[in-house]
């Protein structure tokens, strides 16, 4: 983890709210999914704390290895972040927190994203597509304007679409497929909104089939370092934990068993 000014070399409305910020990507080499920076926002006078952004992929840019920030512009922050050009600096600090942790002997992945959560999927679903092992992507949204762009995916990632509109794949949420495919995974991965993973959870539950499930919590996040207890969650089976320290990646199990 360490503090460094990363330089845009794109940046891009891919679609409704959701942007896309593609840096050099030299200080965050090592990093996994899952795994998040400290986006600090704001100039000269006027800054602001720290912004928590997931690492959306990675690619090979023209001068080296480059990784990208997906976000929904939201608020002040990601407003200002938006705005930003080829060429300008962001302050960030990281790699921080635990990401996703795949098992080597699971062959069949299950991801489902509720809205942005897709942002850090993408990634995951690279790396486990890469590895040659089997990928079915969950996206759900309000309308199509919230649906990450399937021509971006890998091209051996199998993609299932909800809106809760019906315009675009199937009218519901992501609980129904995540019902009907748990069976066919080996292992499956969430990110997405809390109530969402309270209704996955029951489904996983529910089943009986015992699937491990992996969480990747949001909190409001003031310092992202373990400091100032902002991001405290409180797990069913007691205690505290700090979702930019312990996690963000929780099993569903520990949070809601
Ligand atoms: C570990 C982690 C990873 C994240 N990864 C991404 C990502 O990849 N892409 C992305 O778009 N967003 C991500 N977020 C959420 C992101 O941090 C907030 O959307 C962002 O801080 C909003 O800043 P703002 O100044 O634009 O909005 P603000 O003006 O601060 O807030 C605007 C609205 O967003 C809500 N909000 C702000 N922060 C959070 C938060 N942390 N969780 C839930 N709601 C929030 C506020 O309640 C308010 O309604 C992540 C959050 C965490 C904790
Ligand atoms: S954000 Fe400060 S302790 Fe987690």
Redesign the pocket.
């Known amino acids: 983890m360490k503090r460094f000014v990363a330089e845009i070399t794109e940046s891009v409305r891919l679609y409704g709210d959701?942007h896309l910020l593609w840096f050099d990507a030299t200080d965050v080499a090592g990093a996994t999914p899952g795994q998040?920076l400290m986006v600090y926002?704001g100039e000269g006078e006027d800054p602001?704390l720290g912004?928590?952004?997931?690492?959306?992929r990675l690619r090979e840019g023209e001068h080296g290895p480059e990784f990208a920030?997906?976000?929904?512009?939201?608020?002040?922050?990601?407003?200002?972040?938006a705005e930003r050009r080829p060429s300008d600096g962001v302050e960030m600090v990281g790699p921080?927190?635990h990401g996703f942790e795949p098992d080597a002997r699971a062959q069949r992945h299950l991801l489902v994203g509720g809205g942005?959560?897709a942002?850090?999927l993408v990634w995951l679903a690279d790396d486990l597509a890469a590895q040659g092992r089997e990928v079915t992507l969950i996206l759900g949204g309000r309308t199509p304007a919230q649906i990450f762009p399937a021509e971006l995916l890998h091209p051996s990632v199998e993609l299932v679409v909800a809106t809760e509109d019906g315009a675009l794949g199937e009218r519901g949420r992501v609980t129904a497929p995540f019902e009907r495919l748990l069976s066919w995974c080996d292992q499956a991965f969430a990110?997405g909104?809390e109530p969402m993973f309270e209704a996955l959870w029951n489904v996983a539950r529910d089943s009986g089939l015992r699937k491990p499930v992996q969480g990747?919590?949001?909190?409001?996040?003031a310092c992202?370092l373990g400091i100032c207890y902002s991001?405290a969650v409180f797990p069913r089976q007691g205690g505290v934990k700090l979702?930019?320290h312990d996690?963000?990646m929780f099993e569903l199990k520990d949070l809601y068993g």
């Open positions: 959701t998040f926002i602001l912004r928590a952004i997931s690492i959306h920030l997906l976000f929904d512009v939201v608020g002040r922050g990601t407003r200002w972040l921080l927190g942005i959560g942002a850090p990110c909104p990747l919590m949001e909190a409001r996040m992202g991001c979702v930019c996690g963000p």
